[in-house]
């Protein structure tokens, strides 16, 4: 008898018959590929989603006027593998916002046009599909995918003072997040170009992610004090608000207005004592939750 129950246990591990239920990684896996910028490819339900599509080569675009060290050419650095490889298998891809470093001219010409895109309003829509793509979808609250669920979030691209500034407004425009969810698989909530305000805390207390990804790289514009997407101190707040999640961060070293580069973010969160819970991917690398 002593044997019979070892033996037993033995098969049934061969077999791959659980012995509990499974977990969340063995049921659904989920990876987040960060490519460069605020560009990713997210595996998640069987699916494979490309977000924020920026695929020129480097020094293809001038810096962004009226920002931090606008004399540096756009991308800064190369794609870490080649745009065949960044589009293989890509299902659909999430565009947050049309700026060029989300959306830019070789991605228009790259990415197949029969390929679902999803946006953030109806403006986006047609501009897509005046580009030539043919099937643009508007994400809303609830959208389903291929049995993902991907919920837009909201978010403010800059300053309230900011977008008290006609022009400056007009030019930060709106922008969106999004948060992927299946039954077995962990929740990522991908913030976008947003700052910490309302409904980045409403995200997190909704969908309470295990994973969200910040771009934390800090733009500015000049003539403002303060940023335009998230940076070092919010990476510390999402955290506190949201302390059994993991923090992503990407979105530096790559565009000319980034202030915060992936070497300030890993100082500052060591000298918060939060690294165990934020990953800074390099361009290429693969994380697997």
């Known amino acids: 008898m002593n044997n019979i129950l070892p033996a037993a246990l033995g098969l049934l591990l061969c077999l791959g018959a ?67 490889s960044v589009l293989r298998g890509v299902d659909a ?34 501009l897509l599909m005046k580009q030539g793509f043919k099937d643009v979808r508007v994400l809303t609250a609830d959208t389903t995918f291929n049995g993902v669920r991907i919920s837009k979030t909201g978010g403010r691209h800059g300053s309230e003072e900011m ?49 969200v990804v910040l771009n934390t790289g800090d733009a500015r514009l000049t003539g403002f004090n303060t940023g335009i997407i998230m940076g070092k101190e919010d990476t510390l707040r999402v955290h506190q608000m949201s302390p059994s999640a993991t923090i992503v961060a990407v979105h530096m070293d790559a ?8 070497h300030d973010l890993q100082d500052y969160v060591a000298q918060h004592a939060i690294q165990a819970h934020v990953l800074i991917p390099e361009d290429g690398e693969v994380i697997n939750f």
Request: aromatic letters at 8%; glycine letters at 6%.
């Open 93 to 126: 891809v999430l565009v947050s916002h049309t700026h060029l470093d989300h959306w830019d001219d070789a991605a228009q010409q790259l990415i197949p046009r029969s390929l679902p895109l999803f946006v953030q309003d109806d403006a986006d829509a047609a």
């Open 255 to 262: 565009v000319n207005h980034m202030s915060v580069s992936r």
């Open 18 to 84: 659980p012995l509990h239920a499974q977990s969340k990684e063995s049921v659904a896996p989920v990876s987040i590929q960060q490519i460069r910028n605020a560009t990713l490819k997210v595996t998640y339900g069987g699916q494979v989603f490309l977000v924020d599509p920026m695929l020129a080569r480097k020094g293809a675009y001038p810096g962004f006027e009226g920002t931090y060290r606008s004399h540096l050419r756009n991308p800064l650095v190369e794609l870490p593998e080649s745009v065949e």
């Open 163 to 211: 977008y008290a500034v006609p022009l400056v407004a007009e030019r930060l425009g709106a922008t969106m997040g999004f948060v992927f969810q299946k039954p077995g698989a962990k929740t990522v909530y991908v913030a976008g170009d947003t700052v910490w305000e309302s409904e980045v805390r409403t995200a997190l207390k909704t969908f309470k992610p295990d994973v």
